[in-house]
């Protein structure tokens, strides 16, 4: 549920020039009276009318460049409700503008977040009628939900973070809007990034009539793997007891990057087509780098390049296997920061003459260990033998697949709806690679080759998880999807643009399996790239 400690925050975070100001008549409790929920009770209904809400342009973030919210005004109608006999408390969030464009945006979340309420304001500053779930447990990025009680998981609570809160806030939203506005949304278009991702391609997969468009990008689909894949580094590391420094594996990612960055004609600071790139990280052995967090120079070590090793490659089973013919998972491309995957936490002695690192887990995967396969909160990841990851590997695929898994890819139903799934995904992600969701994407075009229909998957070069980066990143994907569903504009490409740069470079994203070549000329341009 939404907890006064995180609304508290949130108010605190919102600029002075929103006001919450009396509310008028239509921007009521009283409103929203008549809005029901098929196997729920409703709890309680809060109002605020919001007047003038502006906030400054923030870092790329849900899909979109930055962007300065200014003079909004919207109804904000907060819905708690339960499913009786569940035990669960949800809230829905609702920002309905006053000046509406006809449209419901469903807002993904992050982490264990369900959603993000701060990402409300930009689709509302857009005409759109905004919507959020708080899953039933509070907005954090830490699990502390996760147990019913010692060894015992809270299935409500992990059921409806996976999926029933997702269908809950379209639902609850559309109605709303009837309330409000007299009418229900003419469009509706979910929009997510990660978990926010995975939560587009779930409701695809089942709730298939809830939205007519989706924006689903750098997916954590395939969670019940991804949660035991991005450890593997980790296992590693405690498997050979090496815990290089950070900035050691930095310098590896910055490896391969001088020795990759050029094969594509440009040197821009990132690979255009990583899966061209073989940099061997052994090739480096002893080349010196520097480490800015202690000031000391080193060399390029064999523990190092083994670390860089594991976290780049594709983990199979202790003894090599495959699983149905897959990889159990697939480690960031070559480039791609190993911060989320490989990190470390190093010390220094009393006197700065020795430094001791110790391997610094990514904490969703760890609580996923902790309350979901150990069961216990106490559970020490450090202790994992490689065999044993494999067990737990196995343990999350067989509990939890048809849960969280998100790995459904028999879209018939979706596509007969006529919805649109529209998904990029960064080749310089440091969590997800893209080889999980064009995974995905062949399995589904495995069972309709006509996939182009209505799912289309574009790789967007240089950009980091969900934004950031050197590359392109395409802020404008939302419009794009927009188009193809209401004038049934076919994305062949995605225009996309560096963020943050001297220079402004265009370029326009290729529509998957086709990658981005450079044909010559000014590497700042699109015309001076297309699709192969």
């Not at 408390?89 to 309905?96: A, D, H, P, V």
């Not at 447990?137 to 147990?147: A, F, P, R, Y």
């Not at 040197?267 to 520097?290: A, E, R, W």
């Not at 995957?341 to 887990?361: E, H, K, L, Q, R």
Request: glycine share 10%.
């Amino acid at each position: 549920m939404l907890g006064k400690n995180f609304l508290t925050a949130l108010i605190g975070f919102l600029p002075s020039s929103a006001n919450a100001v009396n509310s008028t008549p239509s921007c009521t409790p009283a409103t929203f009276s008549d809005v029901s929920l098929q196997g729920s009770k409703i709890l309680d209904i809060s109002t605020s009318l919001i007047s003038n809400f502006s906030s400054p342009a923030s870092a790329p973030a849900l899909n979109h460049y930055p962007a300065a919210v200014i003079g909004l005004n919207v109804c904000e109608a907060n819905i708690t409700y339960t499913h009786p006999g569940q035990n669960d408390t949800i809230t829905t969030s609702i920002w309905l503008p006053l000046k509406w464009n006809g449209r419901m945006m469903g807002i993904g979340g992050g982490g264990w977040m369900t959603g993000y309420y701060f990402a409300l304001p930009w689709p509302a500053s857009k005409g759109y009628a905004a919507v959020m779930t708080d899953g039933g447990h509070v907005l954090s990025e830490s699990n502390t939900w996760g147990l019913k009680s010692p060894g015992n998981v809270d299935w409500v609570l992990l059921n409806d973070f996976a999926s029933i809160a997702l269908e809950d806030a379209a639902t609850l939203g559309k109605a709303a809007m009837a309330a409000f506005y007299g009418e229900r949304p003419k469009f509706s278009y979910y929009n997510g990034c990660s978990t926010g991702g995975r939560q587009g391609y779930m409701i695809a997969q089942r709730y298939p009539e809830l939205y007519d468009g989706i924006l689903a990008t750098a997916p954590g689909i395939n969670w019940d793997r991804l949660m035991l894949g991005l450890l593997h580094p980790q296992v590693v590391m405690t498997q050979k007891n090496i815990y290089p420094p950070m900035c050691e594996i930095d310098a590896f990612s910055a490896a391969a990057i001088s020795a990759c960055d050029e094969l594509d004609g440009v040197k821009d600071g990132f690979i255009l087509d990583p899966s061209s790139c073989y940099f061997d990280p052994m090739t480096v052995i002893g080349q010196p780098f520097n480490c800015s967090s202690t000031g000391k120079a080193g060399v390029l070590s064999v523990e190092g390049a083994t670390i860089a090793s594991a976290a780049w490659s594709s983990v199979r089973t202790e003894d090599g296997r495959l699983r149905n013919g897959r990889p159990l998972w697939y480690g960031p491309n070559r480039g791609a920061p190993l911060l989320g995957v490989a990190d470390t936490v190093c010390t220094s002695s009393g006197n700065n003459s020795s430094t001791t690192c110790v391997g610094n887990p990514l904490a969703v995967s760890i609580e996923w260990v902790k309350y979901y396969l150990a069961k216990d909160e106490t559970f020490d990841f450090k202790t994992v033998t490689r065999r044993q990851y494999d067990t737990l590997f196995r343990k999350s695929i067989n509990q939890y697949s048809s849960i969280i898994g998100t790995s459904d890819a028999d879209l018939t139903d979706f596509k007969e709806s006529g919805g649109k799934l529209l998904s990029w995904h960064g080749l310089e992600d440091q969590l997800l690679s893209l080889n999980n969701t064009v995974e995905y994407w062949e399995r589904v075009k495995e069972q309709d080759p006509d996939i182009d229909d209505y799912y289309r998957l574009f790789a967007a070069p240089g950009v980091l998880h969900c934004s950031g980066g050197k590359g392109w990143f395409p802020g404008d994907a939302m419009d794009s999807l927009v188009d193809w569903v209401e004038k049934k504009v076919v994305p062949d490409h995605l225009k996309a643009k560096t963020v943050g740069a001297e220079k402004e470079r265009v370029v326009e994203l290729c529509k998957w399996p086709s990658k981005l070549v450079f044909l010559g000329g000014d590497t700042d341009v699109a015309e001076s790239y297309t699709c192969k």
